[in-house]
């Protein structure tokens, strides 16, 4: 006899999210986080008046899933929308806009004429056919060389914290490389599916929420019937026959055992692995090997009238530079003006990832000087800051290097070997806030679907079945927005 239908260990998004989905039809859930807070990487510090966000500063959401769970959470009222997109990138030691649409392209400073000329070329360039292509070769085959440098490459680095030179094409441009599989070319593909995209159910939106992240991650973890058990870790798992798992963990009021009829592991990769070793060493070895990259986060508040620049925009992204390890900046209180006092903006800089590892070891004033010297010679400052905060992730994402869905695969295909278990965290399906929400929705529908169970219906309005949801989503997957 199980004490909970569901435990799932880890209490980041992927695990909350998870547990929404598995809590709203009616399923017993538990979540173990060793951690004395909720969210995991994800979090928001009020720091005089400054909202810093130590990891995800806001979501873009184009999957049905996720606006359901915000409408029905109630999490739609304190939805708050960025004040603007425009994005720089630093070209020729300035920031330029980024061309949003097809007539700013011809008249950007950003592109050569051959580079243009070339993307002319793109609808008749033949498919490729290699799972193991990466970002840098599917992008300079379809596009050439310069879409790469000037736009691919500094949005992996800077929101992947990756490496476009090993990452995985197919499982990080998942849409992209669909529209060529579906269409021959990006550009048609894109066109048919503007057309389309009228009818479509979800519009592509940013947000983040009145307090910042924290709102998500605190109104995922107060869902109605959910146990959260904060500061108790798992240390081991074990199957119970037929019936379901056994659960070991440790907190500060000592040990703890828990049966449960199915276990989700929301936690890294590394972790699972080790959970996982005298279970399977295979599937430990398969999860071992995924590559994290470090990333250091800075939150500088200034006084409005030391930065020239009119910070109007998201922000900016690099490209590949050597001895530059700035990824990006965010100009967060020009995004959303409640996150800094009156008077005062916040920027929040990324640094190193797979481009500068190592940055994530320099000591204070070392990480903050290298951010205050791109900060300074492309905003121009006129005084230091009055606010510093540093969050260091040494673990920050994973990379999805090599034939990474075969990978992933793999790890499903060992895991079918154990009824009852199953993976919900960023190293499969996306890192972004986005795709841990649909993961827990997916994970949720695996579980029903074998508990046999179906959704009940939420009150006010039926619920929508796990195929119903499943195949907005595939609709809404073959669009191109990013
Ligand atoms: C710097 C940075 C910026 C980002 N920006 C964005 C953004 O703007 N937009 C976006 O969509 N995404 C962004 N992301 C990505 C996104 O924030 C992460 O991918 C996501 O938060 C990861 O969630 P997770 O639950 O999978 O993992 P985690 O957040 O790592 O959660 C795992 C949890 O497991 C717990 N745990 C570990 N071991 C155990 C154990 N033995 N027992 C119990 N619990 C355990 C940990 O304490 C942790 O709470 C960013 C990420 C980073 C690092």
């Given at each position: 006899?199980s004490?909970?239908?569901v435990?799932i260990?880890?209490?980041?998004i992927?695990?909350?999210?998870?547990?929404?989905?598995?809590a709203r039809?009616?399923?017993g859930?538990?979540?173990?986080?060793?951690?004395p807070?909720?969210?995991g990487?994800?979090g928001?510090?009020?720091i005089?008046?400054?909202?810093?966000?130590?990891?995800a500063?806001?979501?873009l959401?184009?999957?049905?899933?996720?606006?359901?769970?915000l409408?029905e959470s109630?999490l739609?009222?304190?939805k708050?929308?960025?004040?603007?997109?425009?994005?720089?990138?630093v070209?020729?030691?300035?920031?330029?806009?980024?061309?949003?649409?097809?007539?700013?392209m011809?008249t950007?400073?950003?592109?050569?004429?051959g580079?243009?000329?070339r993307?002319?070329?793109?609808?008749?360039?033949p498919r490729?056919n290699?799972?193991?292509?990466?970002?840098?070769?599917?992008?300079?085959?379809?596009?050439?060389r310069?879409?790469?440098?000037k736009a691919?490459?500094?949005?992996v680095?800077?929101t992947l914290?990756?490496?476009p030179?090993?990452?995985?094409?197919e499982?990080?441009l998942?849409?992209?490389?669909?529209?060529?599989?579906?269409?021959?070319?990006?550009?048609?593909?894109?066109?048919?599916?503007?057309?389309?995209s009228?009818?479509r159910?979800?519009?592509?939106?940013?947000?983040?929420?009145?307090?910042?992240?924290?709102?998500?991650?605190?109104?995922?973890?107060?869902?109605?019937?959910?146990?959260?058990?904060?500061?108790r870790?798992v240390?081991?798992?074990?199957?119970?026959?037929?019936d379901?798992w056994?659960?070991s963990?440790?907190?500060a009021q000592?040990?703890?055992v828990l049966?449960a009829?199915?276990?989700?592991?929301s936690?890294p990769?590394?972790?699972?692995?080790?959970?996982l070793q005298?279970?399977?060493?295979?599937l430990a070895?398969?999860l071992?090997?995924i590559?994290?990259?470090?990333?250091?986060?800075?939150?500088f508040?200034f006084?409005?009238?030391a930065v020239?620049?009119?910070?109007?925009?998201?922000g900016f992204?690099?490209a590949?530079?050597?001895?530059?390890?700035l990824?990006?900046?965010?100009?967060?209180?020009t995004l959303?003006p409640?996150?800094?006092p009156?008077?005062?903006?916040?920027?929040?800089c990324?640094l190193g990832g797979?481009?500068?590892p190592?940055?994530?070891?320099?000591?204070?004033e070392?990480?903050v000087?290298?951010?205050?010297?791109?900060?300074?010679?492309l905003?121009?400052?006129?005084a230091d800051?009055?606010?510093v905060?540093?969050?260091?992730?040494?673990q920050?994402?994973?990379?999805?290097?090599?034939v990474?869905?075969?990978?992933t695969k793999?790890?499903?295909?060992r895991?079918?070997r154990?009824p009852g278990?199953h993976?919900?965290?960023?190293?499969?399906?996306?890192?972004s806030v986005?795709?841990r929400?649909?993961?827990?929705?997916e994970?949720a529908?695996r579980?029903l679907?074998?508990?046999g169970?179906?959704p009940?219906?939420p009150?006010?309005?039926?619920a929508?079945?796990?195929a119903?949801?499943?195949?907005?989503s595939?609709?809404a997957e073959m669009r191109?927005e990013?």
């Open positions: 006899m004490d909970t239908d435990l260990v880890g209490g980041g992927s695990g909350l999210a998870s547990a929404w989905w598995l039809r009616g399923l859930v538990e979540v173990w986080e060793c951690a807070r909720a969210g990487k994800i928001t510090d009020n005089a008046g400054y909202l810093n966000e130590r990891a500063a806001l979501a959401n184009y999957r049905p899933e996720v606006a359901q769970l409408t109630g739609d009222a304190y708050a929308t960025p004040l603007t997109g425009r994005r720089y990138l070209h020729q030691n300035r920031l330029v806009p980024v061309p949003a649409r097809l007539g700013e011809v950007s400073p950003l592109w050569s004429c580079a243009k000329l993307l002319l070329l793109e609808p008749f360039i490729g290699r799972e193991d292509e990466t970002v840098s070769e599917f992008i300079t085959r379809r596009l050439g310069e879409p790469l440098e691919m490459e500094p949005y680095s800077g914290a990756s490496d030179d090993r990452t995985n094409a499982a990080v998942p849409r992209l490389t669909a529209l060529e599989r579906r269409y021959g070319s990006l550009a048609v593909g894109a066109l048919l599916q503007r057309v389309r009228r009818r159910a979800c519009p592509t939106e940013s947000f983040s929420f009145a307090g910042g992240m924290s709102t998500l991650i605190d109104a995922l973890a107060r869902t109605p019937g959910l146990g959260l058990r904060l500061g870790a240390n081991a798992l074990a199957p119970e026959g037929t379901g056994s659960v963990g440790t907190s000592g040990a703890h049966k009829r199915h276990v989700v592991l936690v990769a590394g972790v699972a692995a080790s959970l005298s279970l399977d060493p295979e070895r398969l071992g090997g590559e994290y990259s470090p990333v250091c986060v800075i939150h508040g006084d409005r009238s020239r620049h009119p910070l109007n925009g998201v992204l690099t590949r530079e050597p001895g530059q390890p990824n990006g900046v965010l100009w967060i209180s959303f409640d996150r800094a009156a008077g005062k903006v916040l920027l929040t990324y797979a481009r500068a190592h940055v994530v070891d320099w000591n204070g070392r990480v000087s290298a951010a205050l010297r791109g900060l300074r010679r905003l121009g400052l006129s800051p009055e606010m905060q540093i969050d260091r992730h040494h920050a994402l994973p990379l999805y290097y090599g990474y869905l075969g990978r793999r790890i499903n295909a895991l079918e154990f278990l993976l919900a965290a960023n190293y499969i399906g996306g890192v986005r795709d929400i649909a993961g827990g929705c994970v529908d579980i679907s074998v508990a169970r179906l009940p219906a009150a006010g309005r039926p929508r079945t796990p119903e949801i499943s195949a907005m595939r609709a191109l990013h």
